[in-house]
């Protein structure tokens, strides 16, 4: 089965930067869409960022000309740069396929401050 594993959360200044990690066990990575979901406290899960098996992109409004999707299918990973960060970014972050049909993978903390 199919394992995800989210790394590379923090504490972090308003302003600053992160890159997320996501690996991926299995060969069938490189065939997928995948993105990237964060779930705030008392907010349903929801995709910021998403990636095509081709490399093309698609961004949440709210993320839009912060965070960089890529992925590396070499490595079966996928990558979250984020950067400016805000208060209103923390949350739990999430891999998946772009349909969340994985298993969720326990996520990483990201928590922005003021």
């Known amino acids: 089965q199919v394992q995800l594993v989210e790394s590379g959360g923090g504490l972090v200044q308003a302003g600053g930067s992160l890159r997320l990690s996501c690996a991926a066990s299995?060969?069938?990575?490189?065939?997928?869409?995948m993105a990237w979901y964060r779930q705030a406290p008392g907010k349903q899960r929801g995709m910021v960022a998403r990636?095509?098996?081709?490399?093309?992109?698609n961004y949440a409004d709210s993320v839009k000309g912060r965070f960089t999707i890529s992925r590396d299918n070499a490595k079966n990973t996928v990558y979250l740069q984020m950067n400016s960060l805000k208060p209103e970014d923390t949350a739990v972050y999430y891999c998946?396929?772009?349909?969340?049909?994985?298993?969720w993978g326990q996520g990483t903390q990201v928590t922005v401050s003021s």
């Open positions: 998946n396929l772009d349909d969340g049909y994985l298993p």
């Open positions: 299995g060969s069938i990575f490189s065939l997928h869409a």
């Open positions: 990636i095509g098996s081709g490399g093309n992109t």
